[in-house]
């Protein structure tokens, strides 16, 4: 017996009060409609119609069990139709892990517009330097920056590319010098963005010259935010992804220093479990995604 089809077969039969029209209903013959309803009473060893050569009417135990065979039903049909919307529609919450920096610098303002677009869609985003673990904590999005992804599980979907500075404050240069070369920073303040995967050496090249400075440094902190106001402050020198302090630069508040050599580029992905199955949430944030940094990278 498919269970699914006899209840559909019993409500049909109960509600229409005839087991012919619940087979021309359900596309079956009278045979098969009894069949149904006859292993059903089995299954639940008890009779749910009594029967006469001129009609068939439920039973008392017939009447109890319609109640909850329609209730089940019709939530069936509801999850149904949900799943199908949820496949189609972006809806419900997107869980989201960025870096904060990442955020600040590009999405922050652009966000409200996105969620405008998506009336249906429930964004909560979380602020997080650390690499978190998607399947375990949740989450159906990370943005993350890496200078060489790891091999994962994990679909990446390639957001930009962004290029490393070396800078300072004009008060510290003019206070300290200028480096002159990248083993010339073993006497400089520098500061240091523990979750980097550069943290602890700064490698640069020119040409076929290739130089690596082990870093040393009395501030280590885990925000680039933090480290991008320890530059303006004056307090020594750090290599940050260029459009974290473009503005600086270009204001004068941040000086570039070793611009004739060149360092690491961190490249932004945007890694999500599976790209089976991808809910339309996930799909119309990643193409939010690429438009603005398609859009805003210098």
């Keep these: 017996m498919d269970r699914q089809i006899a209840l559909r ?4 039969a109960a509600e229409r009060d005839s087991f012919a029209e619940a087979g021309r209903r359900l596309g079956l013959s009278p045979a098969a409609v009894s069949k149904n309803i006859a292993e059903l009473e089995a299954h639940l060893g008890a009779r749910l119609f009594q029967r006469t050569t001129r009609s068939k009417t439920l039973t008392e135990e017939g009447r109890i ?7 089940g039903l019709d939530a069936l049909a509801e999850a149904d139709e949900a799943l199908g919307l949820a496949r189609t529609d972006p809806g419900g919450v997107l869980r989201v892990s960025a870096p904060m920096t990442v955020t600040m610098t590009w999405l922050s303002t652009r966000i409200p517009d996105f969620l405008r677009r998506y009336p249906d869609l429930r964004l909560d985003l979380r602020l997080d330097d650390r690499r978190v673990d998607l399947v375990r904590e949740g989450f159906d999005l990370a943005i993350r920056g890496s200078d060489q992804l790891e091999d994962s599980s994990l679909v990446a979907r390639r957001l930009a590319d962004m290029p490393h500075v070396l800078c300072a404050a004009p008060a510290y240069l003019q206070a300290r010098g200028a480096p002159t070369s990248p083993a010339a920073l073993k006497a400089h303040e520098c500061v240091r963005f523990s979750l980097s995967g ?11 010259r290739t130089e690596q400075v082990t870093v040393r440094s009395r501030y280590s ?31 004068g ?16 992905y945007a890694v999500y479990p599976s790209r089976r199955h991808l809910a339309p949430k996930v799909r119309v944030f990643l193409d939010f995604l690429a438009e603005t940094f398609d859009a805003t990278m210098i």
């Design 9 to 12: 077969v019993f409500r049909e």
């Design 65 to 71: 069990y319609l109640e909850h065979v329609v209730r």
């Design 198 to 208: 550069h943290a602890d050496a700064w490698t640069f090249s020119k040409g076929a």
């Design 221 to 251: 902190v885990s925000s680039s935010l933090a480290v991008c106001d320890a530059l303006r402050a004056g307090f020594g020198l750090s290599l940050v992804p260029r459009p974290y302090v473009e503005r600086d630069l270009r204001a």
């Design 253 to 268: 508040r941040l000086q570039a220093v070793l611009e004739d050599w060149r360092s690491v580029t961190t490249t932004l």
